[in-house]
């Protein structure tokens, strides 16, 4: 039987958050933003363990009370200077736990409104996949690509183009080579991909935004408080 692990590379400020204390830990909804990433994570069943990996020089996270999120979260302090190395570094922290053939999800620290269905949904999709995959919406805005005098010097094609998301999830040997050895790119995806294997893109919804500025706090929890105003 295969098993399903979570990794959560926190170890960076978020500077365009703005605020003195680092992005994932400023406040949403009254508890940190990283809370609420965690716990979509621990939350889902068939998920048996979840690493947080923060920088060594991380003083906000023992301040806090993280006892809700239960037994499945473990916190390791090696976060490294690039998010592929702080994954990296979990993915060796989670070797005690992980075979070569166990799913390994890696979820982004700023994106609290990951749903359980989004969730169920990227599971269930890749679960016989021989690559893995990620979570994804198709671009609907129109692209434009600026000059160095940022006016538009061409209008891109949108046909074809998703946007991101996390969690991504990938055998965990798979994804621990990968990174080995094309660390250069912004997320597990483009590891993958620069190996040579092509991910399945899982479509997503816009609610899993990430939060980037100061604006986004508030639309997150918007989304959070409409999701809770639902399920009484």
């Given at each position: 039987m295969q098993s399903y692990y979570a990794i959560v590379p926190a170890a960076g400020t978020g500077s365009r958050c703005g605020g003195e204390t680092p992005k994932q830990y400023q406040l949403l909804a009254g508890r940190p933003l990283i809370y609420h990433s965690l716990a979509a994570l621990c939350r889902c069943e068939r998920i048996a363990r979840v690493w947080v990996v923060l920088s060594p020089e991380d003083i906000w996270w023992r301040q806090g009370d993280w006892t809700s999120l239960g037994y499945k979260l473990e916190t390791v302090f090696c976060g490294g200077e690039t998010r592929a190395a702080s994954v990296a570094?979990?993915?060796?922290?989670?070797?005690?736990?992980?075979?070569?053939?166990?799913?390994?999800l890696v979820h982004d620290a700023a994106?609290?409104?990951l749903s359980q269905a989004m969730l169920t949904a990227?599971?269930?999709?890749?679960?016989?996949d021989a690559v893995g995959g990620i979570l994804a919406v198709p671009v609907a805005d129109t692209l434009k690509r600026a000059d160095d005098q940022q006016r538009v010097a061409a209008t891109e094609s949108r046909a074809g183009l998703w946007q991101a998301q996390t969690p991504q999830m990938f055998r965990y040997g798979l994804l621990a080579r990968a990174l080995a050895e094309h660390a250069g790119g912004?997320?597990?995806?483009?590891?993958?991909?620069?190996?040579?294997?092509?991910?399945?893109?899982?479509?997503?919804?816009?609610?899993?935004?990430?939060?980037?500025?100061?604006?986004?706090?508030?639309?997150?929890?918007?989304?959070?408080?409409?999701?809770?105003?639902?399920?009484e």
């Open positions: 570094n979990g993915l060796r922290a989670a070797a005690t736990a992980a075979a070569d053939d166990d799913w390994v994106r609290p409104c990227l599971l269930d999709e890749l679960a016989d912004t997320d597990e995806a483009s590891a993958i991909e620069a190996a040579g294997f092509r991910p399945q893109l899982v479509h997503a919804d816009a609610s899993n935004l990430k939060v980037t500025y100061a604006a986004d706090l508030r639309l997150a929890e918007w989304i959070l408080q409409s999701r809770q105003q639902e399920n």
